[in-house]
């Protein structure tokens, strides 16, 4: 598919702050003027987690159909598969408004799977990945070459029928439902579930609601069962975080007046310079009110929608009802009519629908300028290593980039503390940082008090492969503190185990200046890497020598009567082992020198008897 106006966009893609760290409001005609220049402003400074990755230009997919021994088939055909791509890449390209060209390639024929469905059941999820991986590697795949990969494969894993919220790039589908493909590949983007918030009476903001999962029925991240044509709209928040919607198409209110937002459906780039495709009014230092026009959805087209969205990327997004306990399905009525009114008193924030066609919605906004002028601004955090949907093994260097928008753009600005947390996924997490707690039962922590925030970990000391989050926690100085997570694959299942040390003994005395040192071979090595010095931690070495690909070294030219550290590592084209145990012998002492004769002189005569 190509891409036919990339070039005559006429409003920035690039701009890479999201709204709520803004260090200043746009006001309704200055934001479409200014979103060059504030693309320019933000180049310097460090990154946002939720801001990436950008999709635009072209995005390329492999289909991976598997099936295991015994099997006849798998659970798609070539021809289903065929239909499932071409209707996955329709309903991207549509939420795209053609921003992104979707390329998907499938595997010609359904690979067989090297172990049998009984062993990936008791095998974690990355074990069923890499298998699939390498099978379509070896049937002519350069799999890296791809952005995502989804692979088709009966369900032998726990948990839902399809999953995206993995690392960023891989999907697994046990069924030919190409909704669910679209809902999952918004989870490789970073993206949460669309939730409802259902209240029985009173306030839509009721905090005796109850929180329904996947009951936002008409965005692609809900459960799909309003009807709007084949697929549902991504929300504008999310669109706006990967670069289908402009930052000139959002307008964040900081005054009063009426506004004109286009449907969500309208080409952004048709959208004129008084008209929208979304307002946005921060309700508190973790929300905003997001207000945007679904004309295409039957149940809310009379109105505008307010949905609740939360700046960070754990929380799901939450639609509110604008007619609470009006009936039993009352998500079908959730849009704000005509001449009706949303409140949130506390925030000092008014919606009133003036008119809707079927196009466009108007709506009164009033807001407390100087309410919202003092929310506070949370810290912006991203991390900068590893890489989206790079899988782990061994020593891995975590980096992120902290800052806090109301002291500055550089990193550390006004950070007191960034805590990094290593967790498997689990619903506890998920439970207990959607409430605002600390991750349950992190496997490591680090505390840092000042950039650059990095934390080397040694992977190979989890218990096993699998899913893993990096969370990092920033404080700021005022108080403040955001979390975000970063999905990622650790897997040292393909690494060679830790060699053994052999001799010298460990403790070893009077040990040669020559010595020979051994250790034992370890199980898929191609080479060693050995270090010698007499620092236990190696800050310095009196030998390292690496592409070893015996089993030992010949050290020379050792000092006397010093005791002296060795360890070896091993390698192969998956990565390093951990370090072996580290060692320590002493060198024999120095043999006296040689005695030197005085008296009698050599030679002497007449000596006395």
């Known amino acids: 598919m190509s891409i036919s106006n990339l070039d005559c966009w006429k409003k920035s893609l690039a701009f890479v702050i999201a709204f709520s760290v803004l260090p200043f409001a746009l006001t309704a005609q200055d934001s479409k003027l200014a979103s060059t220049a504030l693309a320019d402003d933000a180049s310097s400074q460090p990154g946002n987690i939720l801001m990436r990755p950008t999709l635009t ?22 021809n289903q598969a065929q239909q499932h791509a071409n209707d996955l890449e329709n309903a991207i390209n549509i939420n795209s408004y053609n921003a992104l060209s979707v390329d998907i390639d499938i595997t010609p024929t359904t690979l067989t799977m090297p172990n049998s469905e009984s062993y990936y059941q008791n095998q974690p999820l990355v074990r069923l990945r890499a298998d699939a991986v390498k099978a379509a590697e070896q049937a002519g795949f350069d799999v890296d070459s791809y952005d995502r990969e989804v692979i088709f494969s009966k369900k032998v894993w726990r948990g839902s029928a399809a999953l995206g919220t993995i690392n960023r790039r891989t999907i697994f589908m046990s069924h030919n439902l190409t909704r669910v493909s679209v809902h999952e590949v918004g989870h490789s983007n970073g993206w949460r579930h669309a939730n409802f918030w259902e209240v029985n009476g009173g306030s839509p903001i009721s905090p005796n609601g109850t929180e329904i999962e996947y009951g936002d029925v008409f965005d692609m991240m809900g459960n799909l069962q309003a009807v709007a044509g084949s697929y549902h709209h991504f929300n504008p928040w999310s669109k706006y975080r990967v670069g289908w919607l402009p930052q000139a198409n959002i307008l964040n209110i900081t005054s ?83 001449n009706s009114t949303f409140s949130d008193t ?32 949370l810290p912006v955090i991203d991390v900068t290593s590893p890489s989206f949907g790079v899988t782990i093994n061994g020593v891995i260097d975590y980096a992120v980039t902290v800052f806090d928008p109301d002291f500055g ?28 707690f600390d991750p349950p039962d992190p496997f490591a922590t680090i505390e840092l008090s000042a950039p650059p925030y990095r934390w080397q970990f040694d992977t190979s000391s989890l218990p096993r492969e699998g899913v893993y989050f990096l969370i990092p926690q920033a404080t700021s100085m005022d108080g403040g503190t955001q979390t975000v997570w970063f999905e990622h694959i650790i897997d040292n299942s393909g ?7 052999f001799s010298p003994s460990d403790n070893a005395t009077n040990v040669s200046t020559d010595p020979a040192l051994d250790w034992s ?27 070893l690909t015996s089993t030992s070294f010949q050290a020379s030219g050792l000092e006397n009567s010093t005791t002296y550290y060795w360890r070896v590592n091993a390698a ?18 120095a043999p006296p020198a040689a005695p030197v004769l005085s008296s009698p002189s050599d030679n002497a005569s007449g000596v006395s008897t």
């Not at 990193?411 to 997490?429: F, M, N, Q």
């Not at 890497?529 to 310095?540: A, G, I, K, M, Y």
């Open 57 to 78: 230009g072209n995005l390329k997919i492999l289909f991976i159909l598997v099936k295991y021994p015994g099997n006849s088939s798998g659970i798609v055909s070539l």
């Open 256 to 338: 009063s007046g009426t506004y004109t937002i286009l449907a969500i459906e309208s080409d952004p780039m048709t959208v004129p310079i008084n008209k929208y495709t979304a307002l946005k009014i921060r309700k508190d230092p973790l929300s905003d009110y997001w207000i945007f026009f679904r004309s295409k959805e039957e149940y809310v087209k009379n109105g505008p929608v307010i949905t609740q969205i939360f700046n960070d990327n754990i929380q799901p997004t939450r639609l509110l009802d604008m007619t609470p306990g009006s009936q039993t399905d009352d998500w079908k009525d959730a849009a704000l009519a005509v």
């Open 346 to 377: 506390q925030a000092g924030i008014t919606v009133k629908t003036v008119s809707v066609s079927s196009s466009e919605v108007e709506v009164e906004v009033t807001v407390d300028a100087n309410a919202l002028a003092n929310i506070d601004n």
């Open 409 to 436: 753009n550089t990193d550390g600005a006004g950070i007191d503390k960034v805590k990094l947390y290593l967790h498997r996924l689990s619903d506890p997490l998920i439970q207990n940082l959607r409430q605002g």
């Open 495 to 501: 690494l060679p185990a830790t060699p053994v040390l």
């Open 521 to 547: 071979a370890a199980s898929g090595a191609t080479s060693y890497r050995l270090q010698v010095s007499t620092d236990s931690n190696f800050s310095t070495t009196v030998a390292d020598q690496s592409g």
């Open 572 to 589: 192969n084209a998956n990565g390093t082992s951990p370090w072996s145990s580290v060692w320590q012998f002493t060198t024999i002492v």
